[in-house]
């Protein structure tokens, strides 16, 4: 049984379906754990789960380095398989990432290596484009530039707000998410010789 650590920053809605998801004994995966880097919202559906959560709040830090040292704390404490990024407005820093990698992987509102960064949806948006997507990734040390596991194409629409494609998105997030996470449970993915970019 493969455990992971959920890591978020807002209203979860990504972890809720994987936390329903891992709730089925059919799922080859258990959370075990949930982070925020604030009070997120989110966190309550690790409550709704009688999963454990923690705060690690990113401003009580003077630098990144500082933060992530006290994370790493956390999940050396907790000893996931794998550690999911799932809406972590955060970057790891590069000590982190190479203390667990391959083990995490994040999932983006774009079809990477389109649109990468925080504002995937907006992007896409502002330039204009027919389709976008969303992405499954393992972390390296770059900005959303891992390997990729999962991706799908979603259409623009006329009219999409920044909301409304985000909201459109999202469920296609969370059905690759479920489906790369019992793959690697299952070994059907192996993330020490993960796909090459196209
Ligand atoms: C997702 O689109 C994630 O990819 C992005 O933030 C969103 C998180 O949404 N980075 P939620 O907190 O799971 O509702």
Do not use: C
């Amino acid at each position: 049984m493969l455990s992971v650590a959920v890591l978020i920053s807002g209203t979860g809605s990504n972890l809720r379906a994987l936390l329903e998801a891992a709730d089925d004994p059919g799922y080859p995966a258990r959370i075990v754990a949930v982070g925020a880097d604030r009070d997120a919202s989110g966190l309550a559906h690790a409550a709704a789960f009688d999963i454990p959560s923690f705060v690690v709040p990113f401003r009580d830090y003077a630098s990144r380095e500082e933060w992530a040292e006290q994370l790493g704390h956390r999940l050396d404490e907790i000893q996931p398989d794998l550690i999911v990024l799932s809406g972590l407005m955060r970057l790891l820093p590069a000590s982190l990432v190479a203390r667990w990698q391959p083990r995490i992987i994040n999932t983006h509102p774009a079809y990477l290596p389109e649109f990468p960064g925080a504002h995937g949806v907006r992007d896409a948006l502002a330039a204009g484009v027919a389709q976008t997507g969303a992405s499954v990734i393992v972390v390296d040390d770059g900005v959303d530039t891992g390997p990729i596991l999962a991706q799908e194409r979603i259409p623009v629409l006329p009219g999409d707000t920044e909301d409304i494609l985000h909201e459109r998105i999202k469920p296609v997030e969370r059905r690759l998410l479920i489906e790369v996470v019992r793959r690697i449970a299952t070994g059907d993915i192996d993330l020490s010789a993960p796909p090459a970019r196209p």
